[in-house]
């Protein structure tokens, strides 16, 4: 059965970006379970509930993946492409939080389906705004869909 948490997904292969994503959201006071994905097979099978989650509620989905695009194993926009084409999780807001400023990796992005892209600054200070500014957004203001 679903609970009322706002899980977020973070998709984030570096250790430093995860560290500091996750220090950026608790100086924020982004409270919120934060379940970090490693590579995109691993952030499939979290939101599918297949190989190492095989068995997990998959009524019980994020509030927000936070999807790297540079992935080992699967790329997350193979990972969004996955979702999207997923009747259980077509709905699902995903926001790209990457280094990349391809253009055309933002528009592969919202081709497939991005709610949002956000290029990760690289000084901090404009880091922990993003951060601050992405969490009011997404998991306050937002009305999120009903995920099944």
């Not at 492409?81 to 926001?95: G, H």
């Not at 081709?111 to 000084?123: C, E, H, T, W």
């Amino acid at each position: 059965m679903a609970t009322d948490k706002k899980i977020i997904l973070l998709v984030e292969d570096n250790p430093d970006d995860e560290a500091l994503t996750l220090r950026a959201l608790r100086k924020n006071n982004i409270l919120n379970d934060v379940v970090v994905a490693r590579d995109g097979v691993m952030a499939l099978d979290y939101l599918f509930g297949t190989g190492s989650y095989a068995g997990r509620d998959i009524s019980d989905q994020p509030q927000l993946v936070l999807l790297d695009l540079n992935l080992p194993k699967i790329d997350g926009l193979e990972v969004l492409q996955q979702l999207r084409n997923n009747k259980n999780t077509c709905i699902q807001p995903v926001v790209i939080l990457t280094t990349s400023n391809e253009e055309r990796d933002i528009i592969a992005s919202y081709k497939l389906g991005a709610n949002s892209y956000i290029r990760k600054p690289v000084d901090f200070e404009q880091f922990m705004e993003a951060v601050r500014q992405l969490g009011l957004y997404w998991l306050v203001l937002n009305e999120a869909p009903p995920l099944r």
